[in-house]
């Protein structure tokens, strides 16, 4: 039982950076793998990138690898996902997401069990 809340998400120019921010409550992300999803206008549901909680062991999709990078911050219970190098092609509403297996990670939207509500991200060219 895990409660998820994005934050972060606004408005940037091209070559920009943002941090957004993935707060849980009612349960610690211990034993979870927390990912990010984000989701254009009139596509797919696309993976990010994942983080494995125990271990801290990241994984992420090619067309943002070397641009975005997943952290965790213990204390807070909270993921962060730092964008840097933001491209058009970037925006789009991110999601964290909860998987309550802890021994590997999924790029499929359907591994997941529980989601927040989403924060808006749009790269202005």
């Known amino acids: 039982q895990v409660q998820l809340v994005e934050s972060g998400g606004g408005l940037v120019q091209a070559g920009g950076s943002l941090r957004l921010s993935c707060a849980g409550s009612?349960?610690?992300?211990?034993?979870?793998?927390m990912g990010w999803f984000r989701q254009a206008p009139g596509k797919e549901r696309e993976f990010v990138g994942a983080?494995?909680?125990?271990?801290?062991?990241?994984y992420y999709a090619d067309s943002v690898k070397g641009r975005f990078t997943i952290t965790r911050d213990v204390a807070m219970n909270t993921v962060l996902l730092q964008m840097n190098s933001l491209k058009p092609e970037d925006t789009a509403v991110y999601y964290c997401?909860?998987?309550?297996?802890?021994?590997?990670?999924?790029?499929?939207?359907?591994?997941?069990?529980?989601w927040g509500q989403g924060t808006q991200v749009t790269v202005s060219s």
């Open positions: 009612g349960r610690t992300f211990s034993g979870y793998v």
């Open positions: 997401a909860a998987d309550r297996r802890s021994w590997g990670y999924s790029r499929s939207s359907g591994s997941y069990d529980y």
């Open positions: 983080i494995i909680w125990s271990s801290s062991s990241t």
